[in-house]
T-cell receptor, first 111, second 113 residues
Framework: KNEVEQSPQNLTAQEGEFITINCSYS?????LHWLQQHPGGGIVSLFM???GKKKHGRLIATINIQEKHSSLHITASHPRDSAVYICAVTPNTGTASKLTFGTGTRLQVTL | DSGVTQTPKHLITATGQRVTLRCSPRSGDLSVYWYQQSLDQGLQFLIQ???????AKGNILERFSAQQFPDLHSELNLSSLELGDSALYFC????????????FGPGTRLLVL
């Protein structure tokens, strides 16, 4: 079993829909990251969370440390949101920031 | 643009060869990370350097080595290349050694023939 699990693996939505991507992890962490990878391959860091909730534009990320679970929400989705969304955690080793990645959720938003 | 630069963007080479990938971190960032993304393994952490010193090691093969220079740029050396080493290699940087947001470079796409 992977230390970081994401669901769903693939997601197709129509423009304007509310989207939720889930991430569960099995290790103690110091932080959880949501990354976006566009079809060209580039990776952008969207959020880094250690508790609570963060919002940036139409994107909202939440984390529940007790349940070892995080969600990424996209409101009013748009075709330009089409990308792979990757959850990653920094295990709580205390000495370094090695990220452990989920397998990603491929999102396609259609008109 | 994340401020992290990687060269080259693409690299095609043959099995058994050696290549060097280069990364320049964002101005002011002291940590550099190397990641490998292959079709079958996904994204994997290889190694982290902080201010010139190795900080953490992940799934890095013995044929691979890295270093961070005094000017903070980093190089990843891949030797005795195999077909399975074909992948996207990303470098990322952050300010400190622990848990900060990491900024990713555009990646180097390596194809081993």
């Amino acid at each position: 079993k992977n230390e970081v699990e994401q669901s769903p693996q693939n997601l197709t939505a129509q423009e304007g829909e509310f989207i939720t991507i889930n991430c569960s992890y099995s290790v103690g962490i110091s932080a959880l990251h949501w990354l976006q990878q566009h079809p060209g391959g580039g990776i952008v860091s969207l959020f880094m969370l250690s508790s609570g909730k963060k919002k940036h534009g139409r994107l909202i990320a939440t984390i529940n440390i007790q349940e070892k679970h995080s969600s990424l929400h996209i409101t009013a989705s748009h075709p330009r949101d089409s990308a792979v969304y990757i959850c990653a955690v920094t295990p709580n080793t205390g000495t370094a920031s090695k990220l452990t990645f989920g397998t990603g959720t491929r999102l396609q938003v259609t008109l | 643009d994340s401020g992290v630069t990687q060269t080259p963007k693409h690299l095609i080479t043959a099995t058994g060869q050696r290549v060097t990938l280069r990364c320049s971190p964002r101005s002011g960032d002291l940590s550099v990370y190397w990641y490998q993304q292959s079709l079958d393994q996904g994204l994997q952490f290889l190694i982290q350097y902080y201010n010139g010193e190795e900080r953490a090691k992940g799934n890095i093969l013995e044929r691979f080595s890295a270093q961070q220079f005094p000017d903070l740029h980093s190089e990843l050396n891949l030797s005795s290349l195999e077909l399975g080493d074909s992948a996207l290699y990303f470098c990322a940087s952050s300010v400190g050694p622990l848990g900060e947001t990491q900024y990713f470079g555009p990646g180097t796409r390596l194809l081993v023939l």
